[in-house]
């Protein structure tokens, strides 16, 4: 199935801290993430102001439902899997902040299912006056055929959506993956409660 304030590090600061330093994965267990091919990928994510920076959009694949429920927080009761908080920014091409942009996130269980009965690891939210988002949820299993990825709507204000999916760097099924984009990898390291990681999109608005 084919399916960032000053306090914040930014992008391009993170990218240049999870490079400078050793960093640790669970590796060898189902949602282990292998970390010694993670920096090699972090490179071809485009940063604000590159040349060619517009987010590649992707397909939304089988499992996406509108209407989701409005939070920043997927986390609920009897969720099982490793914490992770994805945060960011929504800008334009040419580095302006799109305040207010919607941004809806879908993803798999830890396990690799969909919940398409309800909204269980579904939500959409509104990037604040400074186009930045915060997610917080679990790092999502894999199943046949997919590598590890988020799902992913933005949209700034009455303008046309984009479609895309966010990738996971070191993961063995990326290279296998026909859909597989290195620009869509995540900036990703530990944290005390789990994982964080970064992305910024770039939206082309004209």
């Known amino acids: 199935m084919t399916d960032r304030d000053d306090s914040r590090l930014t992008r391009r600061e ?10 640790i994965f669970l590796v060898g267990t189902a ?32 499992f996406f439902k ?7 927080s997927l986390l609920e009761p009897g969720i099982r899997g490793i914490r992770i908080v994805l945060e960011g920014y929504v800008r334009s091409t040419k580095c302006k902040p799109v305040p207010h942009a919607l941004v809806d996130f879908w993803h798999a ?9 309800g909204y ?7 990037a604040d006056d400074q186009g930045r ?3 917080e949820t679990i790092v999502p299993g894999v199943y046949p ?8 709507r933005v949209q700034a204000p009455n303008r046309p ?32 409660a789990g994982k964080s990681a970064a992305f910024d999109f770039a939206l082309d608005l004209g």
Request: aromatic share 8%; proline share 9%.
């Open 109 to 117: 269980d830890a396990s690799g299912a969909y919940d398409n009965a």
């Open 145 to 152: 055929g997919r590598t590890r990825h988020f799902h992913v």
């Open 14 to 23: 993170f990218l240049a801290a999870s490079l400078a330093a050793p960093v």
């Open 133 to 135: 988002y915060r997610l």
């Open 31 to 62: 949602d282990g993430l292998e970390a010694f091919a993670a920096t090699r990928e972090l490179e071809a994510t485009p940063a604000c102001g590159d040349a060619d920076d517009i987010t590649p959009s992707q397909t939304p694949g089988p």
């Open 161 to 192: 959506v984009l479609t895309t999916q966010l990738y996971f760097p070191g993961e063995p099924e990326n290279k296998r993956d026909s859909i597989f984009n290195p620009k869509l990898v995540i900036a990703l390291r530990d944290s005390a």
């Open 66 to 72: 509108p209407r989701s429920p409005e939070r920043q």
């Open 120 to 126: 269980r690891l579904r939500g959409h939210q509104f």
